[in-house]
């Protein structure tokens, strides 16, 4: 599971992008989502030179409202997962998952 933490940021947004046009969205609606979440704008998005362990860890401000992600990514509940750094990344995968799948950006942010 560390190998995952070590994933570079600017990788995973890479494929993020990639799965949210392909469905029609927008970078714009990806960034706003993941800023939600994480308080990045959306520079700092695109810019962010560390891995997952770092990006989550020097997040300005995740959201209070995180209780609320709920759901399956990847066969598995985001609320029962206890590593407290692999729920922040599946929580990500979660909202852009919604996302690709056609869900309003307000729904999304709760």
């Given at each position: 599971?560390?190998?995952?933490?070590?994933?570079?940021?600017?990788d995973?947004?890479?494929?993020?992008?990639?799965?949210?046009?392909?469905?029609?969205?927008?970078?714009?609606?990806?960034?706003?989502?993941?800023g939600?979440?994480?308080?990045?704008?959306?520079?700092?998005?695109?810019?962010?030179?560390?891995?997952?362990?770092?990006?989550?860890?020097?997040?300005?401000?995740?959201?209070?409202?995180v209780?609320?992600?709920?759901?399956?990514?990847?066969?598995?509940r985001?609320?029962?997962?206890e590593?407290?750094?692999?729920?922040?990344?599946?929580?990500?995968?979660?909202?852009?998952?919604?996302?690709?799948?056609?869900?309003?950006?307000?729904?999304?942010?709760?």
């Amino acid at each position: 599971m560390s190998r995952v933490f070590a994933y570079p940021w600017a990788d995973i947004y890479r494929l993020y992008v990639q799965k949210v046009e392909r469905k029609g969205r927008t970078v714009e609606e990806l960034d706003e989502v993941l800023g939600w979440l994480t308080g990045y704008t959306p520079a700092e998005l695109r810019d962010f030179g560390g891995d997952l362990r770092a990006f989550f860890a020097e997040a300005p401000a995740v959201t209070p409202d995180v209780d609320k992600i709920t759901g399956v990514v990847c066969g598995v509940r985001v609320e029962d997962i206890e590593d407290p750094l692999m729920q922040q990344i599946r929580w990500a995968d979660k909202l852009v998952d919604e996302l690709a799948k056609g869900k309003a950006v307000e729904k999304i942010k709760r």
